[in-house]
């Protein structure tokens, strides 16, 4: 079964998500939405270049409309929106308001008779299916999770939306001692701040006050007010040079006892080229079982928990019993 989707949004997500296309034979991209003129976006493939105006006149044209905005202010407002019209898939990654966004979306996929897939990606997405793998087969344990060294495409897209601020990237940062420690298994007591720091690269606009910004992105909350956060400001000839790449990665740990010192360690790491490329390819995948779920007659909002993994897959499920299970 081919599905069709759209892109909504072309920045570094909607690129990535273009070239995973390439990758799954069984996806065909019709559509690219821009709130730019269309007529300005050079795109890198066959797919029609149109307003997000005009987005309703797709309404049964593509089976799932694969929203690229950033989390802080896009994802709940377009999610939500456009529910009405197609099954969506998202990558909303601010963990404290995924419950919120669920409901939001939930509400308006219900109504419509569509599916809305949110918090696809690896963190939300991959990791999270790891930490509840990982929690039911060691019931008495402790999690934990480090993400980087990399770029965070959503604090970064955050950090942008500061008045005064022309480009930014952050990278998150493990402290090494803290993973180490529970690698060990001494399963220590850890802060949000004793796990990660944070490093924030910014070029600003012309005439904008520095202190004023710097002060906006450390007390941040859900983005940088939990931790060590070090601002540099610096020029876009030098964000261009060295910050270019978009590398993530990280790890999921649960360390747990299944009786008394008999102690067992669970490991799940990811180390990314590219974190837009891999989230697309994640987003690919995903939007495949919401077209299969909804054509079963299913709706409403999903998350990576409730999706069986053979959804996923464009093999039938003899091929995936004979060659990988």
Same mark, same amino acid.
């Given at each position: 079964?081919?599905?069709?989707?759209?892109?909504?949004?072309?920045?570094?997500?909607?690129?990535?998500?273009?070239?995973?296309?390439?990758?799954?034979?069984?996806?065909?991209?019709?559509?690219?939405?821009?709130?730019?003129?269309?007529?300005?976006?050079?795109?890198?493939?066959?797919?029609?270049?149109?307003?997000?105006?005009?987005?309703?006149?797709?309404?049964?044209?593509?089976?799932?409309?694969?929203?690229?905005?950033?989390?802080?202010?896009?994802?709940?407002?377009?999610?939500?929106?456009?529910?009405?019209?197609?099954?969506?898939?998202?990558?909303?990654?601010?963990?404290?308001?995924?419950?919120?966004?669920?409901?939001?979306?939930?509400?308006?996929?219900?109504?419509?008779?569509?599916?809305?897939?949110?918090?696809?990606?690896?963190?939300?997405?991959?990791?999270?299916?790891?930490?509840?793998?990982?929690?039911?087969?060691?019931?008495?344990?402790?999690?934990?999770?480090?993400?980087?060294?990399?770029?965070?495409?959503?604090?970064?897209?955050?950090?942008?939306?500061?008045?005064?601020?022309?480009?930014?990237?952050?990278? !998150?940062?493990? +402290?090494?001692? $803290?993973?180490?420690?529970?690698?060990?298994?001494? @399963?220590? #007591?850890?802060?949000?701040?004793? %796990?990660?720091?944070?490093?924030?690269?910014?070029?600003?606009?012309?005439?904008?006050?520095?202190?004023?910004?710097?002060?906006?992105?450390?007390?941040?909350?859900?983005?940088?007010?939990?931790?060590?956060?070090?601002?540099?400001?610096?020029?876009?000839?030098?964000?261009?040079?060295?910050?270019?790449?978009?590398?993530?990665?990280?790890?999921?740990?649960?360390?747990?006892?299944?009786?008394?010192?008999?102690?067992?360690?669970?490991?799940?790491?990811?180390?990314?080229?590219?974190?837009?490329?891999? !989230?697309?390819? +994640?987003?690919? $995948?995903?939007?495949?079982?919401?077209?299969?779920? @909804?054509? #079963?007659?299913?709706?409403?909002? %999903?998350?990576?928990?409730?999706?069986?993994?053979?959804?996923?897959?464009?093999?039938?499920?003899?091929?995936?019993?004979?060659?990988?299970?």
């Amino acid at each position: 079964m081919t599905t069709k989707i759209g892109i909504l949004g072309y920045g570094n997500l909607g690129r990535g998500v273009e070239k995973a296309v390439l990758k799954n034979s069984d996806i065909e991209l019709k559509a690219i939405f821009t709130r730019r003129n269309p007529k300005d976006l050079k795109v890198n493939s066959s797919a029609q270049v149109c307003s997000v105006d005009d987005i309703e006149n797709w309404k049964d044209k593509i089976d799932v409309l694969i929203i690229c905005g950033g989390s802080a202010t896009d994802l709940p407002v377009q999610t939500p929106k456009y529910a009405k019209l197609f099954n969506v898939v998202d990558s909303f990654d601010t963990h404290a308001n995924i419950p919120q966004h669920f409901s939001a979306v939930d509400e308006i996929a219900k109504s419509s008779k569509k599916i809305g897939i949110i918090s696809v990606g690896w963190d939300p997405g991959m990791f999270s299916l790891n930490r509840l793998y990982a929690n039911c087969i060691l019931p008495d344990g402790k999690d934990y999770t480090f993400w980087g060294k990399g770029v965070s495409q959503g604090h970064s897209d955050a950090i942008r939306r500061i008045d005064g601020v022309l480009d930014a990237r952050q990278y !998150t940062i493990p +402290v090494n001692e $803290a993973l180490e420690a529970v690698r060990s298994g001494k @399963n220590p #007591e850890l802060s949000t701040r004793q %796990k990660h720091t944070r490093e924030c690269f910014v070029v600003l606009k012309e005439g904008a006050d520095a202190k004023k910004v710097e002060q906006e992105i450390v007390t941040m909350p859900n983005y940088f007010a939990d931790y060590d956060t070090t601002v540099h400001f610096i020029s876009k000839e030098e964000l261009d040079k060295n910050h270019s790449a978009i590398p993530h990665g990280g790890f999921v740990l649960r360390c747990g006892e299944t009786s008394d010192n008999t102690k067992h360690l669970i490991e799940y790491s990811l180390k990314l080229d590219s974190n837009p490329e891999f !989230t697309s390819s +994640v987003l690919i $995948a995903y939007a495949r079982a919401a077209h299969r779920l @909804n054509k #079963e007659g299913q709706c409403g909002c %999903k998350t990576v928990f409730d999706i069986a993994p053979a959804y996923l897959s464009p093999k039938s499920n003899q091929e995936l019993i004979s060659t990988m299970l």
